[in-house]
């Protein structure tokens, strides 16, 4: 049998089992410092939760205009804290499993949910924050430093790459040391990297990322409002 022969028949590999979906995207995040879920979300929480995303928007615009920004230069919606809808993201069957076995894999700890909260990035805007990485912290022994928190953006709507889209350095977690000053324009706008990853997507796809990995907002090129909701956990109890 040819070559060609043996690939028209061959039969498509098996999808895996969800214990071993779990394990491959935990490997990914272990070594990339980040992995993406497609399609989290349920459509009828999605489609819920794009609804009360627009009313607090819509409720910060009015009261502190459109051009309030708060102590990060971020149109940041902290009201997301205390809305249980926003809350059921953080048990979704999606996702709550495999933030449980990175925590264990990461902090040899459970998972406690820390917060979440929104982020609208408005259409021509620059970028608020450049090339940088957020803190680690030294495990007790000192042998190594690990992550403080757990990050998922989940996008509100689709994002495309001219939209001001995360930038990710896939392989740059793992240490303590800022990305160094040539990664940035002299206005602090970030520079195109070899390698780097902009999260582009549909509604309800989330990025799981270590924050220590080189990270990015891009500028957003476009007409349209970037809308992220971020959930934060940290190492619980054991």
């Known amino acids: 049998m040819s070559i060609s022969d043996q690939v028209s028949t061959a039969l498509p590999m098996p999808e895996l089992e969800q214990e071993h979906r779990i394990e491959?995207?935990?490997?990914?995040?272990?070594?990339?410092?980040?992995?993406i879920l497609q399609n989290a979300v349920p459509l009828d929480l999605l489609v819920e939760l794009q609804a009360r995303f627009d009313q607090y928007t819509e409720k910060i615009i009015r009261e502190r205009g459109e051009e309030w920004r708060n102590y990060g230069r971020?149109?940041?919606i902290d009201e997301l804290k205390g809305d249980d809808a926003f809350q059921q993201l953080s048990e979704l069957?999606?996702?709550?499993p495999l933030i449980l076995c990175m925590a264990r894999?990461?902090?040899?700890?459970?998972?406690?949910?820390?917060n979440t909260?929104?982020?609208v990035h408005f259409g021509g805007e620059a970028s608020n924050q450049s090339w940088h990485n957020d803190a680690r912290y030294p495990?007790?022994?000192?042998?190594?430093?690990i992550p403080f928190l757990i990050r998922a953006s989940m996008l509100m709507d689709e994002v495309t790459?001219?939209?001001g889209p995360t930038a990710l350095m896939p392989g740059s977690h793992g240490t303590r040391f800022s990305p160094p000053s040539w990664v940035h324009t002299t206005d602090r706008q970030p520079r195109e990297l070899p390698g780097m990853l902009k999260f582009t997507g549909k509604a309800?796809?989330?990025?799981?990322?270590?924050?220590?990995?080189?990270?990015?907002?891009?500028?957003?090129?476009?007409?349209?409002?970037?809308k992220l909701v971020w959930l934060l956990w940290e190492p619980g109890l054991k």
Request: aromatic share 12%.
């Open 105 to 114: 894999a990461v902090w040899q700890r459970n998972p406690k949910f820390r």
């Open 139 to 145: 495990e007790r022994e000192g042998v190594r430093f």
């Open 93 to 96: 069957l999606s996702l709550h």
């Open 161 to 163: 790459e001219d939209m």
């Open 24 to 35: 491959a995207k935990v490997l990914q995040y272990q070594q990339a410092g980040y992995t």
């Open 204 to 226: 309800g796809d989330i990025l799981l990322n270590d924050v220590s990995i080189w990270h990015a907002n891009t500028p957003n090129l476009s007409c349209r409002a970037r």
């Open 117 to 119: 909260y929104g982020s």
């Open 74 to 76: 971020r149109f940041q």
